[in-house]
C-alpha cells in the first residue's frame, strides 16, 4: 500500500511540475511573435525614410535657366562691301620747301580699296596738291641764289607748287554699326614736288621727289548701301630730295571730302523664303 501510494505521489508531483512549467513555455510563441514582429517593422519605416532623405543628400545642384530671348541667338555682323572706290577734294597745309612758311593748298584724292575681311583691306591711293607757297627772300633754297635767280618781292617771294603722291598700304575699319564706319589708314609711296617762280625776267622751275608717308583716319557715312560720305584727316610725311636743299623731311598734314562708291552683295534668298513668297503670291 505504500507502495502505490509513493507512486501516486510520485506522479502527483510530477503533474504539478508540469503545470508550473505549461505557463512559461506558453509564452514563448507570444515572445518569438514579438521578436518577428519587432524586424517586420524595420523594412516599413526603411522604405518611408530612404526616399525622403535620399533627394535632400544626393541632390544635384539647380542648372542657371537661359531666358528664352538668347536660345538660338546668332552673332551676326553688319556686311562689308569686298570694294570701294573713293573719290573727292582734299586739302593740306605744307612746307615742301622747309622755308619755315605753311602753305594752304587745295587737291584731290582718289582711292580704290580691296577688303579681304570685314575689318582689314588694302589700298591703292593717289592724289595732288596746288597752288602758292611763299619762300624768303635771300634764302630761297631750292631756288637759285642771287644774281642767278632774283626775286620781284621782297621779304617773300611766291612759288607755284604741284605735288603728287601714289601711295600704297592697308586700312582696318570697325563695321560694328549701321551708318557709321570709324577706319584708320597707314599708307607709304613716293612723292614728287614742282615749283615755278619768277624774277629777273627769268622762270625757275626745281623739281624734286622723295618717299611719302601717310597715317590717320576717318568716318565713312552710309546714304545708300551702294553710297557713303568719307571724311579723313591725315599725318602726311614726305621727304623731298632737291639738289639745293639734298633730301629733308616735311611733315604736313591733310583733310580729304568725298564719295566713296562700294559694290553691292545682293542676299541669295533660302529655300524658305522661296516657299513663303510663293504661297503669298498664291
Known amino acids: 500500500m505504500r507502495?502505490?501510494?509513493?507512486?501516486?505521489?510520485?506522479m502527483a508531483a510530477l503533474c504539478v511540475m508540469s503545470w508550473a512549467q505549461a505557463p512559461a513555455q506558453g509564452q514563448t510563441p507570444d515572445l518569438v511573435l514579438a521578436q518577428t514582429q519587432a524586424p517586420a517593422q524595420t523594412p516599413a519605416q526603411s522604405p518611408a525614410q530612404t526616399p525622403a532623405q535620399s533627394p535632400a543628400q544626393d541632390q544635384a545642384p539647380e542648372a542657371t535657366p537661359i531666358p528664352p530671348s538668347d536660345l538660338g541667338k546668332k552673332i551676326t555682323l553688319v556686311p562689308f562691301p569686298r570694294v570701294e572706290f573713293f573719290v573727292g577734294g582734299t586739302y593740306a597745309?605744307?612746307?615742301?620747301?622747309?622755308?619755315?612758311?605753311?602753305?594752304g593748298l587745295p587737291g584731290w584724292d582718289s582711292s580704290l580699296g580691296l577688303n579681304i575681311t570685314h575689318w582689314l583691306g588694302?589700298?591703292?591711293?593717289?592724289?595732288?596738291?596746288?597752288?602758292?607757297?611763299k619762300l624768303p627772300t635771300g634764302q630761297q633754297a631750292p631756288f637759285p641764289p642771287c644774281p642767278q635767280f632774283c626775286p620781284y618781292t621782297s621779304p617773300l617771294f611766291d612759288a607755284t607748287t604741284r605735288e603728287y603722291n601714289i601711295l600704297f598700304g592697308g586700312q582696318i575699319?570697325?563695321?560694328k554699326y549701321e551708318r557709321w564706319t570709324p577706319r584708320g589708314e597707314f599708307l607709304y609711296?613716293?612723292?614728287?614736288?614742282?615749283?615755278?617762280?619768277?624774277?629777273?625776267?627769268?622762270?625757275?622751275?626745281?623739281?624734286?621727289?622723295?618717299?611719302?608717308?601717310v597715317a590717320g583716319g576717318g568716318l565713312d557715312y552710309k546714304i545708300t548701301p551702294r553710297f557713303a560720305l568719307r571724311l579723313n584727316a591725315d599725318y602726311f610725311q614726305t621727304g623731298t630730295d632737291f639738289i639745293l636743299l639734298g633730301k629733308?623731311?616735311?611733315?604736313?598734314f591733310r583733310v580729304s571730302v568725298g564719295v566713296v562708291i562700294r559694290n553691292v552683295h545682293k542676299?541669295?534668298?533660302?529655300l524658305e523664303?522661296?516657299?513663303?513668297?510663293e504661297q503669298q503670291q498664291q
Do not use: C, M, P
Open 93 to 103: 597745309e605744307a612746307g615742301f620747301y622747309n622755308a619755315g612758311h605753311w602753305a
Open 122 to 133: 588694302f589700298i591703292v591711293e593717289g592724289g595732288e596738291f596746288f597752288g602758292t607757297s
Open 267 to 270: 542676299k541669295r534668298r533660302t
Open 248 to 252: 629733308q623731311k616735311q611733315d604736313n
Open 3 to 10: 507502495k502505490y501510494l509513493g507512486v501516486l505521489a510520485g
Open 273 to 277: 523664303e522661296e516657299n513663303q513668297s
Open 189 to 213: 609711296g613716293h612723292q614728287g614736288v614742282r615749283g615755278i617762280a619768277n624774277g629777273g625776267g627769268a622762270q625757275v622751275t626745281e623739281v624734286g621727289s622723295g618717299r611719302a608717308f
Open 173 to 175: 575699319a570697325r563695321r
